[in-house]
C-alpha cells in the first residue's frame, strides 16, 4: 500500500535556501555564552550548548531563573534580525519579539526531550 507523504499545514516557507544559507553565516558570527554553568539537583553542571538572546528592544526579557542556568545575556537586535524577525511575523501572522539562538558545536552538545515552561516573560513582553 503506498501512502501519501505527510503534509503539515503550518509549515511555510518564508525564506529562499539562498537567503536561508546567508542568515545562517550571519548569525554564526554572532556572539554567544557557551556552556553555562548552573546548578541542578545540588550538582554543579554546564547548559549543553551555547546560547545568545536578542530582542526588539531593552525592555523585553526572558528570564529562564536557575532551573535551565539562567538566560543568556540579552542584545537588541541590529538591524539585520529586525527585519528577519518581521518577515517572518509577515508571513506566519504573529508578533514575535525575540530570538533565542541556540548554538550546537559537535554531537557532544544535545539537550533531552522536554518541554519549556513559559512563565518567566517579564509582565507584558512575552506571553504573560
Known sequence: MLMEPLYNPIVKRIFTEEESKEIFEFLKEKAYVYH????????????PRGQASFTLNENIHYNYGRIAGGSPPNEVMCDRLKEITQRVNMVMGRNYNTILMNVYKNNKDC?????????????GTGFS
Not at 548552573?38 to 547548559?47: G, I, Q
Not at 539537550?111 to 517579564?122: K, L, R, S, T, Y
Open 36 to 47: 553555562t554553568p548552573y546548578k541542578r539537583y545540588n550538582k554543579m553542571v554546564k547548559v
Open 111 to 123: 539537550f533531552a526531550a522536554h518541554q519549556d515552561n513559559e512563565n518567566g516573560w517579564v509582565k
